[in-house]
Antibody, heavy 124, light 112 residues
Framework: QVQLQESGPGLVKPSQTLSLTCTVSGGSISSGSYYWSWIRQPAGKGLEWIGRIYTSGSTNYNPSLKSRVTISVDTSKNQFSLKLSSVTAADTAVYYC????????????????WGQGTLVTVSS | QSVLTQPPSVSGAPGQRVTISCTGSSSNIGAGYDVHWYQQLPGTAPKLLIYGNSNRPSGVPDRFSGSKSGTSASLAITGLQAEDEADYYCQSYDSSLSGLYVFGTGTKVTVL
C-alpha cells in the first residue's frame, strides 16, 4: 500500500519561499507509470492542482502559479518537493501531495493516493 | 479558479438516492475527457471514489456510481448512509490555460 507524507514548515512569512517535501513509502517512486503531484486547498474552499513531476524530472505546472512554482524529485530518497516563491496570504492552504495514475491518455489521469495534507499559513 | 461547476449542497434521508452534477465545457468534459470523483470526509484528505467516469477502485461500495454525457457528469449515491456525509469533488483534464487538471467547486452531501 503506497503512502505519502508531507513535511515542512507550517508558517511562512510573506514574500518568502514555501518549501514542502513529500515522502513516498510502500513502493518506489520510480516504478510504474505515475506522475507525482501537489494540490492545495484553502480553508473552506475547493482543490487546486499546482503541478506534477515524472521521475525523469519532467514537470508541468498550473499556468496561474507557473512563475512561482518549482517541483523537483529525489529518487534516491523516494521524495519529491515543492517550492513556491513570493508567497502571500492567498497561498495559505492545506497542501497535499498525491500520486497521479496515468493511462492510455492524459484523459485517464487521476489522483489515486493522497497524503494527509499539511497546513501552511503565510503570515508575518 | 474551479472550472467545473457543482451544486454547493445536496441532502437526503438515509436509504435515499442522491445525485451530484458536474458541469464543464468544451475544453474539458465536453472535449471527451474522462471525469473522476473524490470523497473528502471532514478533516481528511480526498479519496478516489470513481475514475474513468464510472469505475470504482477496490473497496469502494457499489452504492457509488458515475456517468458522463456531453459536457456534464454525475455521481449517484444510492442507499445513502450517515457515513456518506462528506464533500465530493469531480476532476477532469483540461486543454485550455486553466491547467492540465481541473477540479469541481465541490458539493457537500448532508444525510438528514
Amino acid at each position: 500500500q503506497v503512502q505519502l507524507q508531507e513535511s515542512g514548515p507550517g508558517l511562512v512569512k510573506p514574500s518568502q519561499t514555501l518549501s514542502l517535501t513529500c515522502t513516498v513509502s510502500g513502493g518506489s517512486i520510480s516504478s510504474g507509470s505515475y506522475y507525482w503531484s501537489w494540490i492545495r486547498q484553502p480553508a473552506g474552499k475547493g482543490l487546486e492542482w499546482i503541478g506534477r513531476i515524472y521521475t525523469s524530472g519532467s514537470t508541468n505546472y498550473n499556468p496561474s502559479l507557473k512563475s512561482r512554482v518549482t517541483i523537483s524529485v529525489d529518487t534516491s530518497k523516494n521524495q519529491f518537493s515543492l517550492k513556491l516563491s513570493s508567497v502571500t496570504a492567498a497561498d495559505t492552504a492545506v497542501y497535499y501531495c498525491a500520486r497521479l495514475a496515468q493511462g492510455y491518455s492524459s484523459s485517464w489521469d487521476h489522483f489515486d493516493y493522497w497524503g494527509q495534507g499539511t497546513l501552511v499559513t503565510v503570515s508575518s | 479558479q474551479s472550472v467545473l461547476t457543482q451544486p454547493p449542497s445536496v441532502s437526503g434521508a438515509p436509504g435515499q438516492r442522491v445525485t451530484i452534477s458536474c458541469t464543464g465545457s468544451s475544453s474539458n468534459i465536453g472535449a471527451g475527457y474522462d471525469v473522476h470523483w473524490y470523497q473528502q470526509l471532514p478533516g481528511t484528505a480526498p479519496k478516489l471514489l470513481i475514475y474513468g467516469n464510472s469505475n470504482r477502485p477496490s473497496g469502494v461500495p457499489d452504492r457509488f456510481s458515475g456517468s458522463k454525457s456531453g459536457t456534464s457528469a454525475s455521481l449517484a449515491i444510492t442507499g445513502l448512509q450517515a457515513e456518506d456525509e462528506a464533500d465530493y469533488y469531480c476532476q477532469s483534464y483540461d486543454s485550455s490555460l486553466s491547467g492540465l487538471y481541473v477540479f469541481g467547486t465541490g458539493t457537500k452531501v448532508t444525510v438528514l
